[in-house]
């Protein structure tokens, strides 16, 4: 193959693995955030924490793991996103109050600590703090909802109950990058 040649496989080469990159949703064009072009979102996780997606029959589940501190750590804080359609018209109100009854039922121990409105990144957000009994324990979370084009997106930021203080700024300033895309 001559010169030529090889720089317009090279070329074809190159331009594969960026659209690659784009349609994936698992890959990252700024460094640090995730992308997911099929859910039209993307966020910036902490640096050092394991990325995992799951795919659902009607949605997706993306989360960013924390590393383990120590050999006595047994649980690992973890930021999610999940993304699930709405009902046409639903309102953040709306789809934040089903969120809330749903988590109040689903879990054995639930209290409410906290919940407000917010902006995260110029768009309109609830959050609710709540604390949680869980088989490995208490955790405390912090929840952002927001709602898009018919989908929910749910961004939840999990420590155990007595580490959450030392997560929280770390949760907040990642669920702040989130951007619909």
């Not at 460094?31 to 072009?37: A, C, E, I, L, N």
Request: aromatic residues 12%; charged residues 30%.
């Amino acid at each position: 193959m001559n010169r030529r040649g090889k720089a317009l496989l090279a070329a074809v080469a190159a331009a594969f693995c960026l659209i690659n990159i784009q349609c994936s949703g698992k890959k990252s064009l700024e460094p640090g955030r995730f992308y997911s072009t099929e859910k039209k979102f993307s966020i910036i996780f902490p640096e050092g924490w394991e990325v995992r997606t799951e795919d659902w029959a009607d949605g997706c589940h993306i989360e960013a793991v924390s590393p383990w501190e120590d050999d006595e750590d047994l649980f690992s804080e973890y930021i999610g996103v999940d993304v699930q359609p709405v009902e046409g018209g639903s309102s953040l109100s709306e789809v934040f109050a089903g969120m809330l009854d749903e988590q109040a039922k689903e879990f054995e121990y639930f209290k409410e600590i906290e919940r407000g409105d917010i902006r995260l990144n110029g768009n309109d957000a609830r959050y609710l703090i709540f604390d949680i009994g869980m088989e490995e324990g208490q955790n405390r979370v912090i929840s952002y909802t927001l709602v898009k084009k018919g989908k929910s997106f749910l961004i939840g930021c999990v420590a155990e109950d007595v580490k959450f203080e030392d997560y929280r700024e770390r949760f907040e300033e990642s669920a702040g990058t989130f951007r619909f895309e």
